[in-house]
């Protein structure tokens, strides 16, 4: 049984920005943000209910592992966020399954085959991500694979739908891809020195807005296409 005690959420108020973080909507929003920049930038026409999905999956994807995360070691962690998701985890797990159920029911009628196995697929890698990250954390393969695992994840989970409906030459939408892969590593990375090493932050700030800008001219030099 998990004591309460181990894990203490500060009676101070919340900030209104970091809410969209404690509830896990921030990495949601930019995932769709992205996909429709990305489909926008392609001239690709998406459907909002292939956002809605994608919006859906993200949270169920972060929420899983947080809950993962103050489950099996509830005294080690002491961010905002996870003491949290230990606060509320049983609100949380019931949202889980009930945004579970909803995802499946609207891609199985709305989504195109295409669009599904594809997710089917990703659902696999991010299964064996999560094996890797909480059952066998303590072995990963080397260091840095937590954020390419998870840039590399969140750019196909988030372009998916953009290349099910892509009918272009495909080196524009790879390029777009492995440039938002390594903006999202980065991210990760940034937020891992910001939150244990912050000494080492500002070398990964510069990275993260270089990848970004180059985003950014790969999506212009397309739309000029």
Same mark, same amino acid.
């Given at each position: 049984m998990i004591a309460?005690?181990?894990?203490?959420?500060?009676?101070?108020?919340?900030?209104?920005?970091?809410?969209?973080? $404690?509830a896990n909507l921030d990495a949601p929003v930019v995932a769709v943000i992205w996909q429709r920049f990305v489909a926008g930038s392609l001239h690709v026409s998406l459907p909002w209910?292939?956002?809605?999905?994608?919006? $859906?999956?993200?949270?169920?994807?972060?929420?899983?592992?947080?809950? $993962?995360?103050?489950?099996?070691?509830?005294?080690?962690?002491?961010?905002?966020?996870?003491?949290?998701?230990?606060?509320?985890?049983?609100l949380f797990a019931a949202l889980l399954v009930a945004s579970m159920i909803a995802t499946a029911l609207i891609g199985w009628q709305e989504l195109i085959p295409a669009t599904l196995l594809g997710g089917l697929l990703l659902a696999a890698f991010v299964g064996c991500y999560l094996l890797f990250t909480h059952p066998l954390g303590n072995h990963l393969p080397a260091q840095g694979f937590k954020e390419a695992s998870v840039g590399i994840l969140f750019s196909a989970g988030s372009l998916l739908?953009?290349?099910?409906?892509?009918?272009?030459?495909?080196?524009?939408?790879?390029?777009?891809? $492995?440039?938002?892969a390594g903006l999202c590593a980065l991210n990760c990375y940034l937020i891992e020195a910001w939150e244990q090493r912050p000494h080492s932050a500002g070398k990964s700030l510069l990275l993260l807005c270089a990848v970004f800008l180059g985003l950014i001219w790969a999506g212009d030099r397309k739309s000029v296409v």
């Open positions: 309460s005690a181990q894990v203490q959420e500060t009676k101070a108020t919340h900030p209104a920005w970091l809410w969209p973080n $404690l209910v292939a956002s809605i999905e994608l919006f $859906l999956c993200v949270w169920i994807i972060y929420t899983f592992d947080r809950l $993962l995360d103050v489950y099996r070691k509830p005294a080690t962690h002491n961010t905002a966020r996870h003491q949290f998701h230990f606060r509320h985890r049983k739908t953009v290349w099910a409906h892509y009918t272009g030459p495909p080196r524009a939408l790879y390029a777009c891809g $492995l440039l938002f």
